[in-house]
């Protein structure tokens, strides 16, 4: 029979030794995906106001084209407005247990 | 004044026009055999006379401070060079219906009722198959208001449908 | 301040009027198709507004300016360079026997065009005050 090992209560040194080894790993913090998150969505709004401006001027060589930069950045905007209110409401939630 | 609207306008006054040419048109075709009328001598062929107007002078008046008009180039020697675009948009109305006093025809018909002393009857100068190339090109014409009619409530519904 | 909904608005605010006035200039041309000794107008808008968002996008202009190295000499009277609309004849064949030269099918061609674009304009603007409206609705969501 092989010996039953003690369960050892979980020490935070060890814990905090495997969060450096997590890190370690090169990837990105959550700081820098947010960054470049928010990048993106105000170039697609960029380009979505170009369209708009092309059509205004005549200068639109499809329309489908400048329907589709549209689309993208009606659809990334909201995307992101409802990761912001997920994250948020994730905060306060948090913020709201009980110690 | 409604600017917006005047679209309607103008396209309605065109339908109006083109119906009265085509009631004169019928009404040529309908009377191409009659010898007697009231003013005497046979029936005289009418024939209806179109007239641009300014119907919105306000109207064209902004439009004209909104832009600049570029002069006639007159491409083809029409003798018009430099003629500017004013007024802008203008509409149609029927000036007049005139009179045709070309010579009647006359047929050699000693037994009718109004030939005269020589025994020739009057008749017309009114060629059907002319009166029916009219008529198609009125209803042509008049096909083409009515798609310009709805061209425009269409663009006023997609106008509207901003607000919901 | 002035709050702005998005960068393009007031162009495209500015060519659905210019889409509407040429409009009325083709249904004017069409009403007109058998009037004696009339011309088909039209009017050209694309210039003024290309100039305008040029300098709403800061890109500059797409001309070369002539630089006036003298102020004693006269500036360059630039046709291209204004932000006004122009109205012109559209005009280029011989006139029928009643002097009129309006060609319905160029007229009707026209028309469909300019009617398309009023509506993809006024699609373009109502997406990006959908836009602008969800972003303030969104703070509701907020519990």
Redesign the interface.
Known sequence: MSSIENISGVSSAELLKQKSKIEGNGGEDFADTLKSAINEVNEL?EK??????D?????VKD?HQ??LA??K??TS??LM??I??KA??AY?ELGRTQL | MSNFLSSFDISGYGLSAQRVRVNTISQNIANAQTTRTEEGGPYRRKEVVFKAINFNEQFNQAVEGMTDSAQYQDPLNEGEFGKKVNPAIMSVIVDKISRDDREPKLKFDPAHPDADANGYVAYPNINPVIEMADLVEATRSYQANVAAFESSKNMANSAISLLQ | MSIEI????H??A??LDYRAIRQDMISSNIANADTPYYRPRDIRF?DA??NE?AK??NQGSLKLQMAQTDSAHLPLADESSSSRAKTFFRDGHMARNDGNSVDLDVETTEMSKNS??FN??I???K??S??FK??ID?SS???
Do not use: C, F, P, Y
């Open positions: 709004q979505g106001d170009k369209a708009v401006g059509i205004a001027t005549g200068q329309l400048a329907a549209i689309g950045a009606e905007m909201k407005l409802e912001r209110n948020l409401n306060k | 998005s960068a393009s608005h162009l495209a500015k060519a694309e507004l290309a968002s709403i996008q398309i674009m993809a304009l699609g373009a603007m997406k990006n959908d836009i969800s972003v969104s969501k907020v519990s």
